[in-house]
């Protein structure tokens, strides 16, 4: 079976070097998409000038942003200078959306330090009116960080906002109704909830048990990037908070997830990440599901042009090529 993955690309410093030369964006620079509208931008989310160029006068409907969690250009700083900094990009992303729009933040809470940046960036979200909270949604992880001295961590945590009245639509999971015994009489008649159903199966609430996180053997995995998000849970908070046609943002790419769910839902990606590695990382995911129909490189990794499969090393050149 082939097998070659890329070690995180965010720690190996020589790797990252030799992929530079393979990036298409530099800083400050945007990738246009002729085919459906999309924009990728090697862009600083803080930097108020580079959003609008990014926009370009356009407004999103929808925001989905996975920020490093107490990262800044992967330096760990203060949890001041971290809510400081995601202060900026708030702004930012205000001004990006329409009047009536939904913003949802994956944003984590570490437990052996206090439980920031979770708790820090909710009090700091107090301070902007207009945006109004609506729900705080933990995703079940089936694999999970083992220690015999503590719970298992198996959640991420997803902040739900929203600015003036977006829509919602409702959606149903894969998951059948099984349980019977809520009762209510309706025009005179007891029934259950079965019964009164309008799906087989249940709602999504604000506890997600049916996504499976990402891991090397799913075919929607990068492999290099770390914490990537399941494109199931992009997709779903992509048709709830956005129709067919409408632009999406996300101020931190990283894998290429919601420009990925955009292109196969039909909404326009408005997308960026201050690491060309990252941008092209986003542009060769589109390109390769356009290509393949694939989401990702299971057992491998974007850049085979450029490192090869190391078993067939041997019979390469310097540059990958057969």
């Known amino acids: 079976m082939k097998n070659n993955p890329l070690p995180r690309l965010d720690k190996d410093i020589q790797l990252r070097k030799k992929l530079l030369e393979h990036c298409r964006l530099g800083p400050g620079e945007l990738w246009e998409d002729e085919a459906a509208g999309h924009r990728v931008g090697c862009l600083d989310a803080t930097d108020p000038d580079a959003i609008a160029m990014l926009m370009d006068g356009d407004r ?15 330096d760990e700083r203060s949890i001041d200078a971290y809510i400081g900094w995601c202060r900026l990009w708030i702004e930012n992303t205000y001004a990006a959306l329409a009047d009536d729009a939904s913003m949802y933040i994956w944003l984590g809470a570490d437990q052996n330090d206090g439980f920031q940046p979770l708790p820090d960036f909710m009090i700091m979200m107090r301070g902007f009116d207009a945006f109004a909270p609506r729900s705080f949604i933990t995703v ?26 977006p829509r919602f639509k409702v959606l149903y999971t894969d998951i059948p109704k099984i ?102 990382v986003t542009i060769r995911r589109l390109e390769h599901f356009r290509k393949t129909g694939r989401t990702g490189w299971q057992n491998s990794h974007p850049f085979e042009d450029v490192i090869p499969d190391k078993n067939n090393a041997e019979n390469r050149d310097d540059k990958g090529r057969m």
């Open 60 to 74: 999103a409907t929808l925001a989905v942003h996975d920020p490093p969690y107490n990262l800044i250009a992967f």
């Open 140 to 165: 079940r992880n089936q694999r999970g960080y083992g220690t015999q001295k503590n719970w298992m961590a198996v959640r991420q945590e997803l902040l739900y906002y929203t600015k003036g009245k």
């Open 179 to 280: 349980l019977k015994g809520y009762y209510k009489t309706v025009d005179g008649r007891v029934q259950e909830n079965i019964e009164r159903s309008r799906s087989d199966n249940i709602r999504p609430g604000n506890v997600w048990v049916d996504i499976q996180q990402v891991f090397y053997r799913m075919e929607e995995n990068v492999s290099g990037c770390y914490a990537q998000k399941p494109l199931k849970s992009i997709d779903r908070i992509v048709e709830s908070g956005s129709e067919k046609g409408d632009t999406v943002i996300d101020f931190f790419s990283h894998s290429g997830t919601t420009l990925v769910s955009c292109e196969k839902l039909g909404r326009r990606c408005r997308t960026i990440d201050n690491d060309p590695v990252f941008c092209e």
